[in-house]
């Protein structure tokens, strides 16, 4: 499933790189980036005050 442009995967197979260079491939990250999407989901779903504290805490960090 490719639902991430390439730019999205190659970021955070730069990050991986930094912090788990030995997951670092296109395969892992692109799931990884599945999974991050599924979890905010699931968050909204089933808890939607920590997603908003999540999106508050962004918007915090953006004006940081």
Known sequence: ????????????????GIFHPEKADKVYCQ?????????????????????EKTIQAFEESKNS
Request: aromatic share 10%.
């Open 31 to 51: 799931a990884l980036l599945e999974y991050w999407e599924l979890t905010l989901k699931d968050l909204a779903v089933n808890n939607p005050e920590d997603l």
């Open 1 to 16: 499933m490719d639902l991430y442009k390439e730019e999205d995967i190659d970021g955070v197979m730069r990050y991986m």
